[in-house]
Every structure is written in C-alpha cells, then in structure tokens.
T-cell receptor
Framework: DAGVTQSPTHLIKTRGQQVTLRCSPK?????VSWYQQALGQGPQFIFQ???????QRGNFPDRFSGHQFPNYSSELNVNALLLGDSALYLC????????????FGPGTRLTVL | QKEVEQNSGPLSVPEGAIASLNCTYS??????FFWYRQYSGKSPELIMS????GDKEDGRFTAQLNKASQYVSLLIRDSQPSDSATYLC?????????FGSGTKLNVKP
C-alpha cells in the first residue's frame, strides 16, 4: 500500500523565483492538504483540495496556489519567493468519507537564498 | 491568540513512567482532535484521534477530551526512549486544521 509521496525531497531557490512542489496521495485517498512547517513550529494549514477544487484555505497570500489533478495528485506553487518561505512543505492525504484522518508525506525542504 | 496552545517543553520523564501532554484550543466549534508524533527531520505521524468527550485508549496511549474546558491531553504509559519526539496536537474546525507548536518529550533510559 503506497503511502503519500512528495517530490522533490529538497529544493534550493533564490528570492523572486517560483517553485512547484508535487504530491501523490495515499492509495484510496481523494483529498490533499498542504502545510508549511517552519523550524520549531507546528504545521500551518495552507489549503485543501477535493474534487479538483480548493475547498478550504488558511492565512496564506495569493502567491501560494495549488492544483489537483483527476488522479487526485496535487501541486503547490509559490511565486515571488521570499526568504521567509524557507520551510518544510508537507502534503497530507485523506478520504472524503473520513476527511479529517490525514496521513502525511515525507515533505519537501525548501530553502530560499 | 493562537488557535491551539501547547507547552513547548522539553518534558523529561524516566523510562517506564507516564508522560502527560496537554493542549488547549480556542474554537468551541472544533469537531475533531488529533495527536501526531514527529521525530526530528521527519514528517508527523498520526497517533490518536478523538471526537467525543472522555477517554480513548490505544495500546500505551490514552487521549482525553474535555470540550467544555477546550482541553485535550495525551497520556503515554510505560514510556520508552523511542517515544522521545515532538508531539503535535491538532484540531479540525470546519475542515481547517490547526496545529500547536508541539511539546518535545525526552524519555531518559
């Protein structure tokens, strides 16, 4: 049973650049949520996708956008990168029928220089 | 005011003791509550979920929920050095998930 996968594992970008992170949900799951976790902090909710639409959004600027594909995989895009965007980006998947039981992927470590 | 508050610790307990981790939340409309364990450099791993007032036990772990006091706790019995990690409390409110900053637990052999 494949768990949640994310790519890439690590990424280094410079300020002003754009980045795309990818996530494949756990087999049987159809809902994907994205989180940003800064060092020493808990994950901060960015948004959740279900049926290819953004269902909920946290307090993140429009520079953060996403997409969900028909196969339930998802992308997180961040434009105009800032130094403060350096963090671990986590994807979590769940099944709509139990949409609050989430399983996390290994994360993508983004460093902005 | 943060939505979910946890004592950052570290909480140090000897091997075999009971570790008690606590969490408070601000939104009375919160529907479900979770405890995750996160080892350094790894992603959070779900330990327990709880939805109604009272206790829920799973092996060495017991989650306790008191909605009137807006309080969630996690007890770890017979603590092991392998339990040393950061424990994150999470709350679901209208499909938005709020995490605390986590409590670091050290179990000393």
């Amino acid at each position: 049973d494949a768990g949640v996968t994310q790519s890439p594992t690590h990424l280094i970008k410079t300020r002003g650049q754009q980045v795309t992170l990818r996530c494949s949900p756990k087999s049987g799951h159809d809902t994907v949520s994205w989180y940003q976790q800064a060092l020493g902090q808990g994950p901060q909710f960015i948004f959740q996708y279900y049926e290819e639409e953004e269902r909920q959004r946290g307090n993140f600027p429009d520079r953060f956008s996403g997409h969900q594909f028909p196969n339930y995989s998802s992308e997180l895009n961040v434009n105009a990168l800032l130094l403060g965007d350096s963090a671990l980006y986590l994807c979590a998947s769940s099944f709509q029928g139990a949409s609050d039981t989430q399983y996390f992927g290994p994360g993508t470590r983004l460093t902005v220089l | 005011q943060k939505e979910v508050e946890q004592n950052s610790g570290p909480l140090s307990v000897p091997e075999g003791a009971i570790a008690s981790l606590n969490c408070t939340y601000s939104d009375r409309g919160s529907q479900s509550f979770f405890w995750y364990r996160q080892y350094s450099g790894k992603s959070p791993e779900l330990i327990m979920s709880i939805y109604s007032n009272g206790d829920k036990e799973d092996g060495r772990f017991t989650a306790q929920l008191n909605k009137a006091s807006q309080y969630v706790s996690l007890l770890i019995r017979d603590s092991q050095p392998s339990d040393s990690a950061t424990y994150l409390c999470a709350v679901n409110s209208v499909n938005k998930f709020y995490f605390g900053s986590g409590t670091k637990l050290n179990v000393k052999p």
